[in-house]
Structures are given as structure tokens and as C-alpha cells.
């Protein structure tokens, strides 16, 4: 035993310091050894006793004669009756008294009589109480009290002393009244071997409960430590457990829960958790559950049924423990139990842990697909510098000349695959898959690709603006738009057989394919031009494939016809399409309430979409006629001619002067679909990109509020699934893989005439069929497989990326033969990210062909119940670079169509197919003004698939063509913009389209940035994945913003060769000013950017990169341009900024350009699928409008920037006040001084504006990225 303290020293025994009068030194001497000045601030009869005590203690040190035991039994009798009959007070001054207590404590070490010991455990019992006592425990753990209470433990389990089971109780009792202040309370129990005398205790008192509870309370805190929540386990400590429970029944319930609040912590415990369940405890517990779920109507022991719970969860941790619970029908008694608690909202608690258990053990499924490829694979050609990752990819068709380098391995990093499973285009906040160090690699960055002048020069034809004198602007021809093709822009590859499919016109120029083609086309509906009325067949209207002559659609048309003509025989007015649409509701009812008719009028015209506009690009009286009489194939109800031309024209008063805005042309839009290769077989050109559908305009659509619990409705409805798997439709709706598979070898390679009937389809339901009816085979969609699951519900299984396993997130589908007014649910189950702004208030997007019809042609956001969690459906570890036991996500939401027989297209977010950009190049050619802007379009290169990739050069023309204008011209600096490297982020095209409607405009801001700087811009660095729906990768399944170090010529073109120009520019000395790279974000809210700082790059010391001089990072002019869009833009937030560095970033555009070109100022603008959360956007979804209006702030920004230096100068332009007059001869006055405006000090001289280099004081580096580390919050878990 630990040595007694020694109170020897004082110069008169204890006893006299109970004295009122004591002197100085005497007090000092007191107050040095008991910490009270004397013992009577106590009450004298309690001073007395203690001081007695004392005075015991003190003859003898070493050994307590028989005389003294006595003494200090009735002693300590007496002290523990006037504790006992004191009030608070009392006790409280009691244990401030540090002499007591060290008294008491000594006594305890001393002697091992039992009364003796019995008595003092009693006092500090009764001092410490039972309420509101942890000040009181605090003060005895650090006067060692536990520390002497094991030691007498020790000693009673070892034999060394026999105290009576009464003692131990009392000294268990103050234990669980002390234990909890003493942090290494359960390391000292096993220290002093109390842990089995403790169990054995608790096993000798099982059926005597006023005793059991502070065992079960002090086992409890032994448990609370998994070191000797094992040792206990080993020593039967679990069937112990079981057999309180079985006693307790319903009327023990303190006791009842202490036990399992015991056996809680000892199941944390792996092998305690295997013992349990090998003793059959699962169905007990189960059945415990139940009992008290049934008895518990007034929620009166949540803590009971809460201790449960949590040994389910801990045991269903191991296998063995999910199929016992599955073996006792715990699903089903979980999920019964928690239904019926599910209005309470005091149960979330307890349902949300019943839902966490049921999700573990519901079986994990595979896809219900053959294979996690792609469907169609994409053969690559040979490339000496690169081995693609997808070779690596099991089950994938290597060719023979490639296999011996994937045994022999290569240097392919597999950066897509490691990369992509929680990260977006430019972010890797949110990775949670860190890369494992490696020894051999560098501490730097990799030496820059290095490229030859002579291999430079090939990129002298893409700067016509540098080499080219432009014709004067009086003799510019607008038809004859100049295009350079370069000497390396290469056919499709040789090396391989592969025929892309060349797509064709569709039916918006059906008749003039017709005509040309001089074969017969067979109709059942005539169209009369003098009466404009449509002569429908009795029974069908049919369409014919004008290349194979066969049947194209058929309807049946008698219903309509019974519908068309009024009770008496006349015909219904043509001119009502609606009226031949079946449906319960009226075309006023259908009417969106926030919305007139008028503001729908200048939607349409703004779209170029109306329903007048839609037929009459078909048809016009002049084409009504054919040979033999006969009409169109396609015809629909006539309008009158001053209302047609009206809208048909389209003059340019509906659009403003000042933008190079257009009408779309769906006519165009057909024919450029003609030049288009994919790999995938379409079947249709899609609706909405047909006519060129868009957001909706001026007006916003909120951000939805999630209602509470939906989340866990969804999670129980797959439980339900689970449960009741005999009730499942499990009927295959659309199967991509059947199509791929019937078509065989023909499917590539075919090729066909693409139309779109969806104005024939709508008001068609299938009687036949109750399903909906999925169509993805079109440009940019993406639908791997449709299940019915029930009725109204659908799994849907989306594509991953060509010649790849994974990268499953943009879906955009056709969806038809819907009932009107029911809601139906779809399921997207193969979702990779561990989190979606589809839980924060985000909508997928829906177009509807009727509402088109109507007068409405927009995108809409629409879906109820709309989140995202994790589902049952375990992913292949190929999919997950080796990492076994992920899950995939589901993102579901459910649509009630307003109308019946509709066709709507569903989609992730905006699409802005690889056509639409073509066509939309072809009309910017013919309307910017040729006397003030140069603009030049030309070709690139060309992609794997054949397909061409179109870069261009916007400026002011010079002023005149004398050397002096041309050098003027030539000077200007080079901004650099590109986009849609990721193919499933089509805001970035969305935010490219508005910044170059803003570069062609007339508006004077538009004509001061072109005379101030050279755009070249790459608006679409990836069209073979877009084109085939894919979400990241090219067709290559390599994701194309992690190959800029060392880009291969072969596999990476458009990279490739757009780092050429980037390189070009930096060979002649024209740096660009600034490069940004336009991404889609689907993690966070709002438009923000990445920058490079080398303050915060992974690299210490980092000095290889523009900012730096020597040593020294003297630059920050990297940072003025968010914070200039900031203030600018609605939707941009700088808090959303960061300019970190990291190292799997080395190989992106940003850091590339940056550290290898030598650009400051090289950005990746990102943009939220989902809306804005601050701002004048605030809790509003993202539309076209919104990113549209983000590309014309940023170039207008750009005027500002000007205004701007930093230490690095990077040609920076000079502004010409005198010429700052356009061709057209608007004054300076005209400009908006907003636009202009000084951030820092301006001195203007005539002649040129003089920028001095006064820069604004800059926010420390700690202080930008104070949101760097911001994480998504979530329900239950968290998630470039």
C-alpha cells in the first residue's frame, strides 16, 4: 500500500488547533498541512472527531494497535451519524476541508478492518449524495479516492483482506458516484484487477436489483474502454448480460437498461459481437424489441429500445451478424416497427438508427447489367508515347500489339479512375481516397513538355490577326466568311476500321428531300392549300423513310379523327392543335399561373420556339403541293398567313440590336446534325435541341425546400422492395445493351435518316402497354437501362463514359406514354458521388413537346421528393481502383405530367449538344458586323471520332489599314478562353455561348474590350464526348483535364494541339494575359474560380512558376480578377475562391498554363448545376439566362482588369481615349462609365490613359481561403 502521509512537524498535537485563539505560527503550521486555517471552520462536533482521527493516526504510523482500532471505530461512527444528520451545508463545507479528506483517505490506506472502512466509504457516500454531486466527485478523484478504492479491491480479489459483500456493494456504490470525473477510471480498474471481481459481483447479485445497479453502473464504465470491453467478454461476460435481461422483465427497467447499455459497449467489440451472435442472441434481441415496442405506447423508455438498436448496429457490423438478423426476419420487424413510429417525430432518433440497420443488411446487389463497360466500345489507334487506361480495364479488347505493354505495365496513371469517384472538374476538397506516398516520386513538379520552334510553326495559320493583312472593311463579304485548315487536321484514323455514323437531315426539310430525291412518298394526310384544311385517313397517318422507303410511324388516328370534327359534322378549327390531344384538363388550365400568355409569347420568340414557328418551318403554301395532288407527310393544322409571316419572320425588333442574338433555325440545326460522327447509333435528333430550347427567361425558379423525412421515405420504400420482392413488376423497359447486341456488327456503322415526330407522338398512348415508353438514342443522351419496378416506379441505369466503367452522372432521356396527374418515381441507381446538390434544394430539368407546342418551348425544373443517398447496389472494385465494399448512390425524384400522351425530355442540366455549337458558329458568321469586328472560325483539328474542333479569333478590325492601325491591332494582348473538357458540363457552354454573343455584339462595352484585347477561344475541347453523352471523358475513357503536362498527339488532339497554340503565343512573346478554363460544378452553389498562388501550392518554397522573382513571391494580380467578378456578377461568390496549388493538379489546364506557360492569371471558372446561395440570386436555381448573362460579365470585367497592375505586367493593354470611338462612330459619352471605372489611380492624358501602379492592399493568404476547408453538411454522411 502506498505510504501514509506523515502529520508529524507540528509543534502541538492535532487537537489543539481545535483552540479558538491558536497563534500566528500555529495557524500558518495548520494552514501548510490541512489547507484551512483550523479545523474549526467545520462544526465544532465534526472538528473534534476528525482532529481525533488524527491524533490516532499520528502515535503510530506503522502499526494500529487494537486500543486505537476501537477508538477509531467508534470515531469514525460518530463522524459518519453527523454527516449523515447534516444538511448540504455541512457536507458541502466537509469536503472543502482538504484535511478531512486526506484524513479519511489515510484511514482507508491504513486499515483494513471492515466497519472501519465501512463507515468512511458511508461518509463520503452521504457527502458526495446523489444529486448535482460532480463538483463534490470531482474533489475526491483528485484527492486519489479511486486510486485507494482499487487498491482495497485488489486486495479483498486477491485475498489479502476479507471484506463482506455489504462492503464491497458500499465501495461499488461511491465508485459510480465518483468514477465518471476520473478520466483513467477504467484504466485503473484493470490496472488493480478489479474487473472480474466486479463481474463476479454482478453475477452473484443477478436477481438482487436494489444491489445489481451500481455494479451494472460501475461495469458500464469498465465497458466504456475496448480493452476491457474484451478482457470481459472473454469471461462470459455477454450470457451473463442475457440472463439479467431474461430477469429483469418489463419491471427492473433501470437495471434492464444498464444491461444493455453494458452489452452496447462490450458488442463494439468485434469477437464480443461473433459471441453473441454465436449464442443465438440476435432473434432474443429482436424479440426484446418488439415486446417493448408493443408495451411502449407512450414513449416513455426510448433509452430501452435505444440500447437495442445499438446492438443490432454494433452486431451487424460482421457478416455473420447481418445473416442472422436476415435468418430472424429482423428486416421485417425493423421495418414494421419503425412505420409504425414514423408519425412521432420524438422517434427520428430511433428511426433513423432501425433505417441504418436495415440498410446493412439489405442483400447487395449487382447492377442488373452484363457488364460495367460502356455498351459500345470505341477501338483506338496505336500510340507510341501512351497507353490508355481503358486497356487496363478487365474484359476489355486489347490489341495484340498492345498486350505486351500492359503486362509489362506502363506509365498510365489511371488519374481518371483514381480521381473521379467524389470529385468535380476542378476541386478535390471533397476526395476522400488520398493518394499513397510514393518513394520514388519527385518533390517537384515534372519537367514541361518541350516542343521544337519548328514544331511551333505548324500554328502560324490559326493567327491570321499576326501574319494575315485583313482586307479593308468596306470590301469584307458577310457570306464569305474566311476559314484556314491547318496541315495536320487528319481524317479519321486508318490504323483501324470504324465508320461513324454520319447523321442527315431530319424531317424539318422533309420536303425538300422529297423533291430532290424524285422517289414517291406514299401519305395519309393531304393538305389543301386554299382552304388550309388537313385531310386525315379514315385510320392512320403514316410517315416514310425517304432512303428505305419503309414505314417510319403509323398512328392511329380514328380517335382523333372522332375528336377533330364537332357533334354535327363540321370540322373543328385547324388551327387548334390542342383539340386533337386528349387529355382531363384545358389548354387555360395547363397555363402556369406565374406566367401570362404575353411573357410566354416573348419566351417563344426569345427561344425561336413557337408552335406556329415549329410548323412553318416545315411548310409554307408554296411546298403544300406535290405530283399527283398528294400533300407532306407530316403536315400540321393550318394558321393564317399574316399571322404566320408575322412570326415566321422573326424581324430583329424582337431581339436586342445590341447582341449577336439569333432565332434558332431548326432547319440549320438539321443539316449541320448531317456533319456530325458519333459512336453511338442515333435514332432521332431530340426536341429541345432541334428547336433550340433554352431556360426559362425573366423569370427565376426557387430552389426547393426538401421536406423533412423524405430522404428516409425513399430509403424505407427499397426496404419495402426488399421485403416484399414478390410484389416487383422487374419488367425491362429499355435495354441499351439489347439494342447494341440485336444490331451486331451494323450498329456503328449504319447510317440512317435522323427525324423527329415528336409533334405526330403527342396525344398517342399505347393501349397496349402501361409503361412508359424511354428513348436515349440521341445527341448527348445518356440511358443504359429502364426497369419497372412497379407501376409508376422506374430504376433507371445510365452509361458510363465510352471505354470506360465508370463516370456515371449526366442522364438526358425521352420519356412517353405517361398518364396525366400521376406521379411516377425514377431511380437513378448507379450514381458514383458520395453527395448531390440534389439534397440541397437542386431539380432535374424537364421539357415537354406539348407545352413546346403551347407556346412554351423551355427547359423547366420540376420533381418532388428529390434526394440522394446510398443504395444496395455494391459496386465492382474494378469501377473503384481496387477499393472493395463501395456502394453506388441513388438520385430519385418523382414527376407528375401535366398532360396525357406527352413527350418529355428529363435531364441533368441544360444540354448544349456539339451541333448546337456548330450551327450557332454558322449564324454568329453571318450577322456580327464585318466594319468593326475580326472575327475568324477555323478548324483545329479533328477528334478521334472525325469530328472537328473549331477555334476562334475575336478583335476590333484596325482602324484603318495604314502600319501604324496594324501594329495597333497586333499589339493588343491575347486573352485565352476554353470549355467543355468534361462533356457532362454543359454550363460551361452555356457561359462560352454568352461570351461570345457579347464578343460579336454591337455594344460599345463589347467594341472596347475587342479594341483592347485578341480572344482566341477553343469553345468546345471535347466534342466526341459530348456527342455521345458522356459525363468526362473522350473516347479515349481518359479524362481530358488531366493530360495537359504531356498530352499525346494520337489519343489527346484537341489538348494537344491547344496547348500548341498556348506554347505558340509564349514562343513569340505574347503570353496570353489571361486563360480560363469554363468547368461545371455539381458540389457547390454559386460561379467561382480556382487560381494558382504559389503561397499555397503543395510544393514548399514553390518558386517554378510566373509569380516569382528569384525567391521572392512577388505577384498577386492573379487575385484582381475574382474580385472584380465579384463585384460585377450576381451569381459569383468570392468566398467560394481558392487559389490552392495541389499535386493532383499538376496535369490540369490551370496549373499547366500557369507553371509551364508562364500565365499569372490562369483560372478554371466553375459553375453550380444547382443555384445560387447568396446574392441577388439567392436560393433561385441556375439558368441559361443566369450563365449567359455570367459570359457577358466577364468580358466586360475584363475592361476593368485593364485598369489594373501588378508587379507582373503581363501585357497589360493601353487605352486610346481618342480612338476609343467604334467604326459606327459612337462617342466615348456613349459608354457607360460603370463599365470604365477606375479601381485603382488613373491619370489621363490625352493621347492614351496612363496606368500608375498604385495595386490595392491585398487580404492575407490565411484569409482568402477562409471557406477553403468548407464541407457539405448532410443527413448521414458527407460527400473535379
Avoid at 458526495?128 to 463534490?136: E, H, L, N
Avoid at 384544311?533 to 388516328?557: H, M, P, R, Y
Avoid at 470585367?1197 to 459606327?1224: C, F, H
Wanted: with cysteine.
Amino acid at each position: 500500500m502506498r505510504a501514509v502521509p506523515i502529520l508529524g512537524g507540528l509543534s502541538r498535537p492535532l487537537c489543539y488547533y481545535s483552540n479558538l485563539c491558536p497563534t500566528q505560527q500555529e495557524a500558518d503550521q495548520f494552514q501548510k498541512y490541512f489547507g484551512c486555517s483550523s479545523i474549526t471552520c467545520l462544526p465544532n462536533r465534526l472538528g473534534y472527531w476528525i482532529n481525533h482521527i488524527s491524533k490516532l493516526l499520528n502515535r503510530n504510523l506503522k502499526k494500529v494497535s487494537v486500543e486505537d482500532l476501537q477508538q477509531l471505530k467508534h470515531s469514525t461512527s460518530k463522524l459518519f451519524q453527523l454527516v449523515q444528520q447534516g444538511d448540504k451545508t455541512v457536507k458541502e463545507g466537509f469536503i472543502k476541508q482538504q484535511a478531512a479528506v486526506d484524513t479519511l483517505i489515510a484511514v482507508l490506506q491504513i486499515v483494513t478492518c471492515d466497519q472501519i472502512v465501512s463507515n468512511v466509504i458511508s461518509i463520503f457516500i452521504e457527502v458526495v449524495g446523489k444529486i448535482q454531486s460532480a463538483k463534490r466527485a470531482s474533489v475526491l478523484v483528485n484527492h486519489g479516492l479511486t486510486t485507494v478504492l482499487f487498491q482495497i479491491m485488489k486486495l479483498a480479489h486477491t485475498g489479502d483482506i476479507c471484506l463482506p459483500d455489504e462492503v464491497l456493494v458500499a465501495i461499488h456504490i461511491l465508485l459510480s458516484r465518483v468514477g465518471h470525473k476520473d478520466r483513467k477510471f477504467a484504466v485503473k480498474a484493470r490496472l488493480h484487477q478489479s474487473l472480474m471481481l466486479t463481474l463476479n459481483m454482478v453475477k452473484s447479485n443477478s436477481h438482487n436489483f436494489r444491489t445489481l445497479q451500481p455494479l451494472l453502473s460501475v461495469l458500464k464504465m469498465y465497458t466504456n474502454n475496448s480493452v476491457n470491453a474484451s478482457y470481459l467478454g472473454k469471461h462470459n461476460s455477454i450470457n451473463i448480460m442475457f440472463k439479467i435481461i431474461s430477469a429483469c422483465g418489463r419491471r427492473h427497467t433501470a437495471d434492464l437498461r444498464l444491461t444493455l447499455e453494458n452489452l452496447n459497449n462490450m458488442t463494439k467489440s468485434k469477437s464480443n459481437s461473433a459471441r453473441l451472435v454465436g449464442m443465438g442472441g440476435v432473434p432474443q434481441l429482436l424479440a426484446l424489441h418488439a415486446d417493448w415496442q408493443a408495451m411502449d405506447v407512450k414513449n416513455r423508455f426510448l433509452l430501452i429500445r435505444k440500447s437495442v438498436l445499438n446492438i443490432l448496429k454494433n452486431i451487424t457490423n460482421l457478416k455473420s451478424g447481418r445473416k442472422a438478423l436476415l435468418e430472424a426476419d429482423g428486416i421485417r420487424i425493423l421495418y414494421e416497427s419503425s412505420l409504425e413510429a414514423s408519425d412521432c417525430r420524438d422517434m427520428e432518433s430511433m428511426i433513423l438508427l432501425a433505417s441504418v440497420i436495415m440498410r446493412k443488411c439489405c442483400p447487395r446487389n449487382k447492377l442488373p447489367i452484363t457488364s460495367t463497360l460502356n455498351p459500345v466500345l470505341f477501338p483506338l489507334p496505336q500510340s507510341p508515347t501512351h497507353t490508355p487506361e481503358c486497356y487496363f480495364l478487365p474484359n476489355f479488347p486489347v490489341p495484340v500489339n498492345e498486350s505486351q505493354s500492359r503486362v509489362n505495365g506502363t506509365d498510365s496513371d489511371h488519374s481518371s479512375l483514381d480521381d473521379d469517384d467524389d470529385i468535380d472538374s476542378d476541386d478535390e476538397r471533397f476526395r476522400t481516397d488520398q493518394d499513397e506516398p510514393y518513394d520514388d516520386q519527385p518533390e517537384g513538379p515534372e519537367p514541361a513538355e518541350k516542343r521544337t520552334p519548328e514544331d511551333l510553326h505548324m500554328y502560324d495559320t490559326f493567327f491570321p490577326e499576326l501574319y494575315e493583312e485583313p482586307e479593308p472593311p468596306g470590301y469584307l463579304e458577310r457570306p464569305n466568311i474566311r476559314r484556314s485548315v491547318s496541315g495536320f487536321l487528319s481524317s479519321r484514323p486508318s490504323e483501324f476500321q470504324f465508320h461513324g455514323m454520319k447523321h442527315v437531315s431530319s424531317d424539318a426539310t422533309l420536303y425538300d428531300l422529297h423533291k430532290r430525291s424524285g422517289k414517291d412518298f406514299s401519305t395519309s394526310v393531304d393538305l389543301d392549300p386554299r382552304s388550309g384544311q388537313c385531310k386525315v385517313d379514315e385510320k392512320s397517318v403514316s410517315a416514310i423513310n425517304l432512303k428505305t422507303g419503309s414505314s417510319v410511324i403509323s398512328l392511329d388516328l380514328i380517335g382523333f379523327r372522332q375528336q377533330h370534327h364537332q357533334p354535327g359534322g363540321a370540322p373543328a378549327p385547324s388551327s387548334t392543335r390542342r383539340s386533337l390531344i386528349p387529355s382531363s384538363r384545358t389548354s387555360k388550365q395547363r397555363r402556369r399561373p406565374s406566367q401570362s400568355s404575353q411573357q410566354l409569347s416573348r419566351d417563344s420568340r426569345r427561344n425561336g420556339n413557337s408552335i406556329r414557328r415549329l410548323s412553318s418551318t416545315r411548310f409554307d403554301d408554296s411546298s403544300a403541293s406535290m405530283e399527283g395532288g398528294k400533300g407532306s407527310a407530316v403536315t400540321f393544322p393550318s394558321i393564317d398567313s399574316e399571322e404566320s409571316d408575322q412570326v415566321v419572320s422573326f424581324s430583329s425588333d424582337d431581339l436586342d440590336e445590341d447582341f449577336c442574338e439569333f432565332s434558332h433555325d431548326a432547319q440549320l440545326y438539321s443539316q449541320t446534325a448531317a456533319d456530325t460522327y458519333s459512336v453511338h447509333r442515333f435514332q432521332k435528333l431530340a426536341f429541345p435541341d432541334l428547336y433550340g430550347a433554352r431556360g426559362p427567361v425573366k423569370f427565376s425558379e426557387s430552389l426547393v425546400s426538401r421536406k423533412f423525412g423524405v430522404q428516409r421515405a425513399k430509403i424505407f420504400e427499397d426496404i419495402d422492395r426488399m421485403i416484399h420482392s414478390e410484389q416487383l413488376v422487374d419488367k425491362v423497359v429499355y435495354d441499351l445493351d439489347a439494342i447494341v447486341a440485336d444490331a451486331g456488327d451494323k450498329y456503328t456503322g449504319a447510317k440512317s435518316n435522323l427525324l423527329n415526330r415528336d409533334e405526330l407522338r403527342v396525344g398517342y398512348i399505347d393501349s397496349q402497354s402501361d409503361t412508359l415508353k424511354f428513348n436515349a438514342q440521341f445527341e448527348c443522351g445518356n440511358l443504359r437501362k429502364a426497369i419497372q419496378v412497379r407501376r409508376f416506379e422506374y430504376d433507371l441505369i445510365l452509361s458510363p463514359d465510352i471505354n470506360s466503367n465508370h463516370h456515371h452522372q449526366w442522364f438526358y432521356f425521352e420519356v412517353s406514354n405517361m398518364l396525366a396527374d400521376q406521379p411516377y418515381r425514377f431511380n437513378i441507381v448507379n450514381c458514383e458521388k458520395l453527395n448531390s446538390q440534389f439534397n440541397y434544394g437542386m431539380q432535374p430539368l424537364m421539357m415537354s413537346v406539348l407545352d413546346a407546342i403551347e407556346g412554351n418551348p423551355c427547359w423547366l425544373r420540376v420533381g418532388t421528393d428529390v434526394c440522394y443517398y446510398k443504395n444496395h447496389f455494391i459496386r465492382n472494385a474494378n469501377t473503384t481502383g481496387g477499393v472493395k465494399g463501395k456502394s453506388y448512390y441513388t438520385a430519385t425524384f418523382t414527376i407528375t405530367f401535366r398532360n396525357a400522351g406527352d413527350v418529355c425530355y428529363i435531364s441533368y442540366h441544360y444540354p448544349y449538344t456539339y451541333t448546337a455549337l456548330q450551327t450557332h458558329l454558322k449564324q454568329w458568321e453571318k450577322m456580327y458586323d464585318q466594319s468593326q469586328i475580326y472575327y475568324r472560325n477555323q478548324n483545329l483539328c479533328t477528334t478521334l471520332g472525325g469530328n472537328e474542333v473549331p477555334v476562334l479569333t475575336i478583335t476590333a478590325q484596325p482602324r484603318s489599314m495604314d502600319k501604324e492601325s496594324l501594329e495597333e491591332m497586333r499589339s493588343r494582348p491575347y486573352i485565352f478562353l476554353s470549355a467543355r473538357v468534361h462533356p457532362g458540363e454543359s454550363n460551361a457552354s452555356w457561359i462560352m455561348k454568352g461570351t461570345i454573343d457579347f464578343l460579336l455584339s454591337r455594344k460599345p462595352q463589347a467594341q472596347l474590350v475587342r479594341e483592347m484585347y485578341i480572344f482566341k477561344i477553343v469553345p468546345m475541347l471535347n466534342p466526341d464526348g459530348v456527342l455521345n453523352g458522356n459525363h468526362r471523358s473522350s473516347l479515349v475513357g481518359e479524362d481530358l483535364n488531366r493530360r495537359w503536362g504531356k498530352p499525346c498527339p494520337v489519343l489527346h488532339p484537341t489538348i494537344y494541339h491547344t496547348k500548341g497554340l498556348l506554347l505558340y503565343l509564349n514562343m513569340i512573346n505574347k503570353t496570353p494575359m489571361v486563360y480560363c478554363d469554363y468547368h461545371g460544378h455539381s458540389r457547390r452553389k454559386n460561379i467561382f474560380m480556382y487560381g494558382c498562388s504559389p503561397s499555397q501550392s503543395w510544393i514548399p518554397n514553390d518558386t517554378q512558376n510566373p509569380c516569382c522573382t528569384g525567391n521572392k513571391f512577388n505577384d498577386a494580380s492573379f487575385k484582381i480578377l475574382p474580385r472584380l467578378l465579384n463585384t460585377t456578377c450576381p451569381s459569383f461568390s468570392l468566398k467560394n475562391c481558392n487559389n490552392m496549388v495541389e499535386k493532383v493538379k499538376e496535369n490540369t489546364a490551370r496549373v499547366v498554363v500557369w507553371r509551364q506557360l508562364n500565365v499569372v492569371r490562369s483560372y478554371t471558372m466553375e459553375s453550380s448545376y444547382c443555384g445560387c446561395d447568396e446574392g441577388k440570386y439567392k436560393d433561385a436555381h441556375i439558368n441559361t439566362e443566369m450563365l449567359e448573362e455570367m459570359g457577358h460579365t466577364f468580358c466586360e470585367t475584363l475592361i476593368k482588369l485593364a485598369r489594373q497592375k501588378g508587379s507582373y505586367d503581363q501585357q497589360m493593354p493601353l487605352l486610346d481615349i481618342d480612338n476609343m470611338a467604334t467604326a459606327s462612330g459612337e462617342a466615348v459619352s456613349e459608354i457607360e462609365l460603370d463599365d470604365v471605372e477606375d479601381i485603382s489611380s488613373l491619370s489621363l492624358q490625352k493621347g492614351h490613359c496612363e496606368l500608375t501602379t498604385e495595386y490595392p492592399a491585398t487580404e492575407s493568404d490565411d484569409e482568402e481561403r477562409d471557406e477553403e476547408e468548407e464541407e457539405f453538411d448532410d443527413d448521414e454522411e458527407l460527400d473535379e
